[in-house]
């Protein structure tokens, strides 16, 4: 049997328990947080002094915490990128019968998914602090040039994927939630917080995903984290660019803000591709193949070879000036 033909039959095995995935790891539209809990009531009589309080204390932060909170929320909003690319994997259909289990699962991440975007694109909004169309062009743009994250339709790979990129994200959510804090600015802090929670949370699903195929399919898991890892992971947004500029030309500037103030970090990458090792227990895996078991010795040093690299890396001091965040505004 085929490889592809494998991976069909191990997706249709876990599709079994795609309602217990549900239940577990995402949580009902009625039960849930939505962006309203978190910002002014434009139906209250003090929409306008909770808005101005708003803006007052957004002053207190600094030039690379806008960037990087912009750069989040582009990523978060390019949302219908990442559905259409998940609704192609093999395994998943979204069209006999009403879409199969994986489908209704895919839609409902998308649902939790999309709160974020709206929160943050509205905090933005009424910040003042930004300007949102220029944010809402490079949105434009990352929608309209798609992204390639090295996966193709194969499941294994995906759910590799997405099992560190939900583990980023938790990461660099909770660090601009942290900063937030710092600056006095609570409610920011909070919103990121929550949106935080949310993709640790499906993280988690996506980890346990893996888990499960590494005990019905081994040897194939473990070359397709490999593949994964060789080529590096790269992050949702890495097509990103400004009006009038060319694709991807963007990303490296924004990722430089990130790291200079701490929201997310070559560090960082390390210590996910560690606790993905160590969730999945990788060093004690048995019923390798010979091919799994150097894919194994890979994994296993690959941690240490890429932290002695992350040292060495240096990162510009002085800041890209983006179009969405003007200095004088700030």
């Keep these: 049997m085929s490889i592809k033909n494998i991976r069909l039959e191990v997706m ?15 949580i009902p539209v009625e039960k849930i947080w939505q962006p309203s809990d978190f910002l002014p009531n434009s139906e209250g009589d003090n929409f306008f002094e909770e808005v101005r309080e708003l803006r007052e204390i957004a002053k207190e932060l600094p030039y690379d915490f806008w960037v990087t909170l912009v750069g989040d929320t582009i990523t ?25 289990g994986w489908s209704k699962w895919i839609r409902q991440w998308t649902g939790e998914e ?15 602090r930004v300007n949102m169309r220029e944010i809402e062009m490079t949105t434009q743009h990352l929608i309209n040039d798609g992204f390639d994250i090295g996966t ?21 959510h909770n660090r601009v939630a942290q900063i937030a804090k710092k600056f006095g600015d609570n409610k920011l802090s909070k919103m990121c917080k ?25 040897s194939e898991m473990m ?14 947004a890495h097509f990103l660019r400004e009006s009038g500029q060319k694709i991807s030309t963007a990303f490296e500037q924004f990722s430089d803000s990130a790291q200079r103030i701490g929201v997310y970090t070559a560090t960082d990458y390390v210590e996910i591709m560690q606790k993905l090792i160590d969730k999945w227990e990788i060093d ?22 890429m932290a002695r690299i992350s040292e060495r890396i240096v990162i510009p001091q002085e800041s890209h000036i983006f179009k969405w965040v003007e200095p004088a505004r700030l």
């Design 12 to 26: 249709q095995f876990l599709e079994k328990n795609v309602d217990s995935f549900v239940e577990q790891y995402l």
């Design 114 to 128: 999309n709160r974020h975007g709206d929160l943050l694109n509205k905090y933005l909004y009424l910040s003042g």
């Design 152 to 172: 193709g339709s194969d499941p294994y790979k995906n759910f590799v994927y997405t099992s560190f990129q939900e583990l980023a994200t938790y990461v660099s």
């Design 284 to 305: 004690k895996i048995s019923n390798l193949t010979d091919e799994a078991e150097k894919a194994r010795d890979y994994l296993m040093k690959l941690p240490s070879r």
């Design 223 to 236: 070359l397709a984290f490999q593949y994964m890892m060789k080529q590096k992971i790269v992050m949702p």
């Design 194 to 218: 929550m949106i935080a929670g949310d993709e640790m949370r499906h993280h988690h699903a996506y980890s346990e995903f893996v888990t499960r195929i590494f005990a019905v399919d081994p």
């Design 76 to 100: 978060e909003e390019a949302l219908p990128t990442y559905e259409s690319w998940l609704m192609d994997v093999e395994g998943i259909d979204q069209i006999e019968n009403g879409g199969n």
